[in-house]
């Protein structure tokens, strides 16, 4: 696989070499999720978000925080070849305003480079059955996304919140890197106490990724739109929720649903959490997977787990997901702080 990744991400570099186009997929490495919790219910989050993890979901849902927070998550996916880390914090102000942090890396490490180890015999510039690749003489390299988050939200009133989202783009592989810079608004509307509206405008004003060989990407604008609702069951907390993407790349067949170039994806989740002590989760997430997981609830940590397994066919390993959550509650945090 290390392989297969090396050579498709070159080939798309030599592709694209000195030009400029809107792709269809140049942002899926952004699309991937934060947090256990979230993506135990298949990233239907963007209205049920009440922790750090909002700063990637929806920053508005920020305002929900009382107290300081910090995440770290690991994620390894295709049989444990690429690696997927987060780490984010969040601190809020008066209860009135919330920022926060999000520091996220995609990659894979390790890559062998063959092609200076090659032993040609017959000098024709290939791999053939009469040369060998010199074990001694190969190197190695990484190929890593960086993303990095600053979250900025405010309640405007008891029922309504916004924020904003600057992200910095780094992405590198051998020789070759990017850099890019986008934007991020989001907006909750809580109706009645228990009832969550939100919308997510990702990539509002289309992020440019500019790679170092002339290369130019646009990631176009994701509108996401979500709600919950809770009700109290059995001594605990049951929280349906919806989330719909709407993608404007004319993915067609790519998607769940399409009209014209707008496409439509959704996220199916639920949560039951009892007592405040566990939680059982489910979702059913945009690439058509079904997820699953469990939360822990102790004094001032949180331990989500979540499990997603690919079609068998595909033969590309379970991925599992684990996310842990400090609050640093006091009898003096920021938010009530006078």
């Known amino acids: 696989m290390k392989y297969v ?7 798309s570099l030599q592709t694209y070499s000195f030009s400029q186009h809107i792709a269809k997929y140049a942002g899926e490495f952004l699309s991937i999720g934060v947090g256990g919790r979230a993506l135990a219910v298949g990233g239907a989050y963007s209205a049920l978000a009440n922790d750090v993890s909002a700063g990637y979901w929806n920053p508005s ?7 300081p927070e910090i995440m770290i998550m690991h994620d390894e996916q295709f049989g444990g070849i690429m690696n997927y880390d ?5 601190l809020p102000y008066k209860g009135k305003e919330t920022i926060a942090l999000s520091i996220i890396r995609l990659g894979i490490d390790d890559i062998p480079y063959t092609v200076d180890a090659l032993d040609d015999k017959n000098g024709n510039g290939i791999l053939d059955s009469a040369d ?4 001694n003489r190969v190197s190695y390299f990484n190929s890593a996304d960086w ?3 600053v979250s900025y939200a405010k309640a405007s009133s008891s029922k309504f919140t916004y924020g904003i989202n600057l992200k910095v783009i780094h992405r590198s592989i051998l020789n070759t890197t990017a850099k890019g810079f986008g934007f991020d608004i989001g907006f909750l509307y809580m109706p009645k106490e228990n009832w969550s509206i939100a919308a997510t405008a990702r990539d509002i004003t289309t992020t440019l990724i500019a790679w170092s060989n002339g290369t130019n990407e646009l ?5 996401k739109i979500g ?8 001594n605990g907390i049951l929280s349906p929720s919806f989330d719909l993407d709407m993608r404007f790349e004319d993915r067609k067949s790519a998607s769940i649903a399409h009209f014209g170039p707008i496409s439509l994806d959704p996220h199916l989740g639920i949560e039951f959490d009892l007592k405040n ?37 595909n033969d590309i390993g379970d991925t599992h997901r684990i996310s842990l959550r400090l609050i640093l509650k006091s009898e003096n945090n920021y938010r009530y702080a006078k």
């Open 61 to 67: 849902c920020l305002m929900r925080i009382n107290y």
């Open 227 to 234: 709600t919950v609702y809770c009700f109290n069951l059995f």
């Open 277 to 313: 002590s566990i939680a059982f989760r489910a979702g059913y997430s945009d690439i058509k997977q079904v997820t699953l997981g469990i939360g822990l609830h102790l004094r001032k940590i949180d331990i989500d787990y979540s499990f997603a397994r690919f079609n068998k066919s």
């Open 86 to 90: 987060v780490v984010a914090c969040a």
């Open 132 to 135: 060998y690749i010199d074990p």
């Open 219 to 223: 990631v176009s604008p994701t509108l």
């Open 5 to 11: 990744y090396c050579i498709l991400t070159l080939l």
């Open 147 to 149: 993303i990095f988050i």
